[in-house]
T-cell receptor, first 115, second 111 residues
């Protein structure tokens, strides 16, 4: 198993450009999520999905879009990049124990710089 | 929504001493409380978790306690070793399946 795979690992964008961070998991997890990590602010939830075709907003969704057309993939789209979106982005997936969330498995992270 | 506060933000201990990190949460419906360890430049990884029907859980040198009435939970690491040096995050999740993280504790174990 590859686990959770994120691409790209590094990206530099100019303000106003758009891009997509890819995330794929091969563990058949129903739950997938995107977090951003900034110094001193921990991990903040951007968007999450509890299954194919279902997405919902987290704490900091503005400026980001997601879709979940398959169980395996959960891409994160930056519509018009801003310097405030400079961060490290983590994709994470999990299973459900009944209705309860299980362990989150994280990807290696994607470091995004917006100039 | 859920708000998780974590203290201290930095913690320095001598090798062999114990370390305690504390978190409080705001949503009384939260029922899952994991702890993650993140080494420098690496991804967060689960080290222990507890659900709301349990008050304490241990795994070798690591233990977590939960006080639902006070809405706080703590991570205890005994006999600390240099490889325990990392950033530790607490988190809380409720029925909405949103896992909210604390701001992290940088633990440094000194020789």
């Amino acid at each position: 198993n590859a686990g959770v795979t994120q691409t790209p690992k590094f990206q530099v964008l100019k303000t106003g450009q758009s891009m997509t961070l890819q995330c794929a998991q091969d563990m058949n997890h129903e739950y997938m999520s995107w977090y951003r990590q900034d110094p001193g602010m921990g991990l903040r939830l951007i968007h999450y999905s509890v299954g194919a075709g279902i997405t919902d907003q987290g704490e900091v969704p503005n400026g980001y879009n997601v879709s979940r057309s398959t169980t395996e993939d959960f891409p994160l789209r930056l519509l018009s990049a801003a310097p405030s979106q400079t961060s490290v982005y983590f994709c994470a997936s999990s299973y459900f124990l009944g209705a309860a969330l299980g362990e989150l498995f994280f990807g290696e992270g994607s470091r995004l710089t917006v100039l | 929504g859920e708000n998780v506060e974590q203290h201290p933000s930095t913690l320095s201990v001598q090798e062999g001493d114990s370390a305690v990190i504390k978190c409080t949460y705001s949503d009384s419906a939260s029922n899952y409380f994991p702890w993650y360890k993140q080494e420098l430049g690496k991804r967060p990884q689960l080290i222990i978790d507890i659900r709301s029907n349990v008050g304490e859980k241990k795994d070798q040198r690591i233990a977590v306690t939960l006080n639902k009435t006070a809405k706080h939970f703590s991570l205890h690491i005994t006999e600390t070793q240099p490889e325990d040096s990392a950033v530790y995050f607490c988190a809380a999740a409720g029925g909405g399946n949103k896992l909210t993280f604390g701001t992290g504790t940088q633990l440094k174990v000194e020789l």
